[in-house]
């Protein structure tokens, strides 16, 4: 993929992916904090006293301990597209905020029917949970908020009735306090997920940019060198593997006469040429060096010849347009394929091409030799 095509192409994957890490991290999160409802709810219970409650006890517990596990069986794709990713996220948020609400009632309830230091003990568990939502939870502002609101308030209004009016205020300065939190967890999660998305960009251009020729965008030796040995591999398990190597006839007189600025015009525009003859899937064009290119194909010797022809009898009838003027160029082509009874390695097989190149020039050049197969 040319490098400008890379590039609009990881931009246009940058939604998604911030999506994804966010998925991941909110399932990571919710569960983590699951578990600890259930405990919660035992402990409420174990401080109020189990005779009589240990059939409520454990139904509650069980409930709670069910959303819990829940929260692990949220299961999404390995690549999940947007709409995918998105509709994970409202499984886990729902699935949180369906605990919230239950706490919220739980609260509420042990409130009303349990004797102290039950009442006590819920209570500080609604405002551990509320602050762990605003720092954990904090992925999604609106979920977040409603989570902590469902956790916080029915204690507020029990507290504001209950009690005095002065402690429901307290209570309402700390929910707003976790509020405030989860606003400021959210600005400096969603800083960090997107430096971090780019700084993954970064990284993947400066691979990409490791592996292509500056000059004519084409992949460069490196990248060749690894595709070859793939393409072998493959060849090794019963496919079809073909190296042509080209070399623009003459290129030295090209510089010399015309200049260096027209001669690397010149390679960019075989560059093109080589492109459409060779970008369909399983080809690779790379640019070895100087005027030499490699071209990896998965294709038996006869197809890879046949082609390597019809680009040779292209570049001969059809010169490159550079600098709006027709620049005859030929060029000579080895060509070779994947034997596994003569070739060891991908060294062996680039041995036998550049011989058969060499062999094309010695021929009188602008024509296609092809490796013996003896």
Not at 76 to 91: N, S, T
Not at 106 to 129: I, R, T
Not at 334 to 360: I, K, N, P, S
Request: proline content about 4%; overall charge neutral; hydrophobic content about 50%.
């Amino acid at each position: 993929m040319p490098l400008t095509e890379f590039i609009h192409a990881r931009a246009a994957l940058r939604t998604r992916n911030l999506l994804i890490q966010e998925l991941q991290e909110t399932r990571q999160r919710a569960r983590l904090g699951g578990f600890f409802y259930p405990v919660a709810v035992a402990l409420t219970f174990i401080v109020a006293g189990l005779q009589g409650r240990a059939l409520q006890a454990g139904v509650l517990t069980t409930a709670f301990l069910g959303l819990a596990i829940l929260r692990i069986f949220v299961r999404v794709p390995a690549a999940p597209g947007e709409d995918e990713a998105r509709r994970g996220l409202q499984v886990v948020w729902a699935v949180v905020l369906a605990t919230a609400v239950a706490w919220g009632a739980f609260s509420a309830w042990s409130f009303n029917v349990l004797p102290e230091p039950a009442p006590m003990v819920a209570l500080l568990f609604s405002g551990a949970f509320g602050m762990a939502m605003a720092h954990t939870m904090c992925m999604r502002p609106l979920p977040s908020a409603m989570a902590i609101l469902c956790l916080m308030v029915p204690s507020l209004i029990l507290l504001w009735r209950g009690v005095a009016p002065g402690v429901g205020v307290m209570w309402a300065v700390y929910m707003l306090y976790m509020l405030m939190v989860m606003r400021r967890s959210h600005r400096e999660y969603r800083t960090r997920l997107e430096l971090e998305e780019d700084l993954r960009q970064q990284r993947d251009l400066f691979e990409k940019r490791s592996r292509i020729d500056g000059l004519t965008g084409l992949a460069n030796r490196r990248e060749f060198g690894d595709m070859l040995d793939a393409g072998i591999a493959r060849a090794r398990d019963g496919g079809g593997l073909s190296l042509l190597i080209l070399d623009v006839d003459h290129f030295k007189r090209i510089n010399d006469t015309l200049g260096h600025a027209v001669g690397d015009a010149c390679l960019v525009a075989l560059a093109r040429r080589l492109q459409q003859h060779f970008g369909s899937a399983g080809d690779l064009c790379a640019r070895l060096g100087g005027e030499e290119f490699g071209i990896v194909l998965e294709a038996e010797g006869a197809v890879a010849f046949e082609r390597a022809e019809r680009l040779r009898r292209d570049l001969e009838a059809s010169p490159p347009v550079v600098e709006g003027e027709d620049r005859p160029i030929t060029a000579s082509i080895g060509c070779g394929t994947f034997d596994h009874a003569r070739h060891a390695d991908a060294d062996a097989l680039y041995r036998e091409v550049d011989a058969a190149l060499y062999r094309a020039k010695l021929d009188g050049r602008n024509r296609t030799e092809m490796v013996s197969a003896t």
